[in-house]
């Protein structure tokens, strides 16, 4: 079983930073992925970055030369440092991990966290 707990979130100013981190647990083999998604309200779950097995990185135009993603293997940890934030990056953000298990056989699964509330006021 593989659980996921999200922590950073908040409510800062325009322009200001946070930085999210979620921390993997459970009998992990390895990764194939670990992300950042988020929901506005009335609006869809979007990508807001993705970082691959081998270090390859994915993000949302709308994030681009503002975020970073990154992750730690010894800790079994994904970050999201957020930069000059705007109003429009409120939502709830989750962390999403692909991962390969072998109890009691081999999958590959992905995971969600349960979210954590990030408000951006004008």
């Known amino acids: 079983q593989v659980q996921l707990v999200e922590s950073g979130g908040g409510l800062v100013q325009a322009g200001g930073s946070l930085r999210l981190s979620c921390a993997c647990s459970?009998?992990?083999?390895?990764?194939?992925?670990m992300g950042w998604y988020r929901q506005a309200p009335g609006k869809q779950r979007e990508l807001v970055a993705e970082?691959?097995?081998?270090?390859?990185?994915n993000y949302a135009d709308s994030v681009k030369g503002r975020f970073t993603i990154s992750r730690d293997d010894a800790k079994n940890t994904v970050d999201l440092q957020m930069n000059s934030l705007k109003p429009d990056d409120t939502a709830v953000y989750y962390c999403?991990?692909?991962?390969?298990?072998?109890?009691?056989?081999?999958?590959?699964?992905?995971?969600w966290g349960q979210g954590t509330q990030v408000t951006v006021s004008s």
């Open positions: 999403k991990v692909v991962v390969v298990t072998t109890a009691p056989k081999i999958r590959i699964d992905g995971y």
């Open positions: 459970g009998s992990i083999f390895s990764f194939n992925s």
């Open positions: 970082i691959t097995r081998i270090g390859s990185t």
